[in-house]
T-cell receptor, first 112, second 113 residues
Framework: AQSVSQHNHHVILSEAASLELGCNYSYGGTVNLFWYVQYPGQHLQLLLKYFSGDPLVKGIKGFEAEFIKSKFSFNLRKPSVQWSDTAEYFCAVTNYGQNFVFGPGTRLSVLP | DSGVTQTPKHLITATGQRVTLRCSPRSGDLSVYWYQQSLDQGLQFLIQYYNGEERAKGNILERFSAQQFPDLHSELNLSSLELGDSALYFC????????????FGPGTRLTVL
């Protein structure tokens, strides 16, 4: 069965610090990868997705992620975080519609 | 605002009862997905419907069922409720079958007492 792990449960950063959130998945076939964000009290929103092509994908709000197939990883990065990035971040994977698996989430707290 | 609406926002009920959660997808979206978010299980995919037909099934209990109606709205029915069913239930919609981009609703918070 597919599974998704996220390295950190809770990350605390100061504004302007760089961010990297780890995500690893277990599935040997072709997958589609996503990062979703859930701001406090709000619904899930798509940050970025990878289907094929350039393994470095850019999303909204300055986020990017790199797909490294050999490492089964899809880490999320942002060069300089803002207080407004405080949220919970979910990595997710689907193998062409057979299932959609979310990671456990990483809570990001950005201190002003 | 994603364009996906869910009702009710909150639901409090007792063990053994049955409830129905409703989801209206974005205009034109044919796929509807249901998810459960709880503290111990995280976010779990339950079921997907596309244009009225069930297309994918995740960790959905036998006590739970769903359907999608001709107007494309969907309902999730939860029966014989247990304390552990307390959770936030999200629905999402997307234009196609391929899980490309899902737009999530605000969720229904279910509390089972």
């Amino acid at each position: 069965a597919q599974s998704v792990s996220q390295h950190n449960h809770h990350v605390i950063l100061s504004e302007a610090a760089s961010l990297e959130l780890g995500c690893n998945y277990s599935y040997g076939g072709t997958v589609n990868l996503f990062w979703y964000v859930q701001y406090p009290g709000q619904h899930l929103q798509l940050l970025l997705k990878y289907f094929s092509g350039d393994p470095l994908v850019k999303g909204i709000k300055g986020f990017e992620a790199e797909f490294i197939k050999s490492k089964f990883s899809f880490n999320l990065r942002k060069p300089s975080v803002q207080w407004s990035d405080t949220a919970e971040y979910f990595c997710a994977v689907t193998n062409y519609g057979q299932n959609f698996v979310f990671g456990p989430g990483t809570r990001l707290s950005v201190l002003p | 605002d994603s364009g996906v609406t869910q009702t009710p926002k909150h639901l409090i009920t007792a063990t053994g009862q049955r409830v129905t959660l409703r989801c209206s997808p974005r205009s034109g979206d044919l796929s509807v997905y249901w998810y459960q978010q709880s503290l111990d299980q995280g976010l779990q995919f339950l079921i997907q419907y596309y244009n009225g037909e069930e297309r994918a099934k995740g960790n959905i209990l036998e006590r739970f069922s769903a359907q999608q109606f001709p107007d494309l709205h969907s309902e999730l029915n939860l029966s014989s409720l247990e304390l552990g069913d307390s959770a936030l239930y999200f629905c999402a919609s997307s234009p196609r079958l391929d899980w490309n981009e899902q737009f999530f609703g605000p969720g229904t918070r279910l509390t089972v007492l």
